[in-house]
């Protein structure tokens, strides 16, 4: 019998019996303003901020919030299991954890935290290259759990290459190409405190530990930590590259490969004719364009053009259950959840992450029974309707 995540809501009820409540919400909306409340404004406004306005943010939210769940009665779903099959990998449940850079700035434990709480939980956990902790350290975290490595494509080919070779030897089994950050967007929480973790050599921990990073500098970094920096700053980030500088990728990784940060269905059917196995419908959380479309906007068309050639995941505003089967509704195969887990580990460490991926997934679980579902394959588009905007 597969777990019910469902269950989650019993283990709380049962241990209030002894006075015992939940150390956070089990509504994740409200994890954002007690994460203003308790973490410094630095990192808060690096996580919780957003490109300009807010906008994009805003819309993500509103994308979702439009569509309206339909549920069905009297469907046998005593029995249900929430199993999917995504990039040839089996997972527990459509989720996954995105990559999220420089956890450091909201607690010491940063990336193997959080990867120990997916492990726990047997969800993906997607290291970004900006992670403040090495891939290495992160991989032995999690023994040989689930894990995704995600790339931001320096532009010496050198450290790419050695990324890939690291990340392949480290256990990473799919990776994921993030493609809408060639610069980093205009972010005004950052930059009204011009707060950026990099420049302090915090995220800069896989390419400070990299022997093809190490040999472009005259001397080692712990002597010129400041020409480190400059060093990664230079590299970062490629805003020269495109689609035909795909095959690099394509020949020095021999395992799944997905595009994230795909909007546009011609974009998505670029990617499939690149030989490329999957995108990630994603905004990047409403941090790089303001005024973009909400990513829940996007994924019809995406799916409509490449949902048979290509796995669709989806990110940018999942924060409750109910977003989970609304995106798959939508076409996508699974879902990314990126500030929701960040909030719980600033909060609580690796038990905070857990917390977020528990709820998310019991909340998910009852909304599928209750819609009249027993497994993600059934969920579709005739389960939504869309409110007028
Ligand atoms: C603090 C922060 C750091 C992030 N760092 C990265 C990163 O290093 N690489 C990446 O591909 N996406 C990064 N993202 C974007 C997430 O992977 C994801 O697309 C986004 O958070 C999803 O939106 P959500 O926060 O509304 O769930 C970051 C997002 C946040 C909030």
Redesign the pocket.
């Known amino acids: 019998m597969a777990k019910h995540w469902a269950d989650l809501q019993y283990e709380i009820y049962l241990n209030g019996m002894t006075g015992a409540v939940p150390r956070l919400p089990t509504d994740l909306t409200r994890l954002e303003e007690l994460t203003e409340q308790r973490l410094g404004p630095g990192p808060v406004g ?3 901020g957003s490109a300009g306005d807010g906008s994009t ?1 805003r819309a ?1 939210r509103d994308a979702l919030r439009r569509r309206r769940i339909v549920p069905r009665i009297l469907r046998e779903v005593h029995e249900r299991d929430l199993s999917v099959e995504v990039l040839g990998r089996a997972l527990p449940a459509p989720l996954a954890l ?5 956890l450091s700035i909201v607690h010491p434990d940063a990336e193997c935290a959080a990867a120990r709480a997916a492990a726990a939980q047997g969800v993906p956990y ?1 290291l ?4 403040s902790t090495p891939m290495e350290q992160v991989a032995e975290a999690m023994g040989d759990a689930e894990r995704w490595f ?1 790339l ?1 494509w320096p532009k010496d080919p050198e450290v790419a290459r050695s990324f890939l070779n690291r990340a392949k030897a480290a256990g990473f089994s799919a990776l ?1 190409v ?1 493609l809408d ?1 060639p610069m980093l967007g205009w972010r005004p929480r950052d930059l009204d405190r011009a707060y950026l973790p990099f420049l302090h050599g915090v ?1 800069t921990a896989n390419y400070f530990s990299d022997p093809a990073f190490r040999a472009g500098l005259a001397k080692p970094v712990q002597e010129d930590p400041n020409a480190a920096v400059m060093h990664f700053v230079g590299m970062f980030a490629d805003p020269a590259k495109t689609w035909p500088d795909l095959a690099f990728l394509r020949e020095h990784w021999d395992g799944p490969i997905v595009l ?2 795909i909007l546009h269905p011609d974009d998505a059917r670029a990617a499939a004719d690149a030989g490329m196995d999957g995108v ?1 419908v ?6 790089q364009v303001a005024g973009a479309i909400g ?1 829940a906007d996007a994924l019809p068309r995406v799916v409509e053009a490449v949902g048979d050639r290509l796995t669709v995941l989806f ?5 409750t259950g109910d977003d989970i089967f609304k995106a798959l509704a939508l076409g996508a195969q699974a879902v ?5 887990y ?1 909030y719980g580990l600033g909060l609580d460490g690796q038990a905070g992450v857990e917390h977020v991926i528990r709820c998310l997934l019991a909340e998910f679980d009852l909304t599928l029974a209750l819609s009249g579902h027993a497994t993600p394959a059934t969920i579709g588009p005739a389960d939504l309707i869309e409110e007028s905007a």
């Open positions: 690096y996580v919780a943010a993500n995105a990559p999220v850079g420089v997607i970004s290259s900006a992670s995600q931001y994921v993030t950050t995220g994230k940060g990630v994603s905004n990047h959380g409403g941090r990513a990110d940018s505003g999942i924060r990314l959840v990126g500030r929701p960040a």
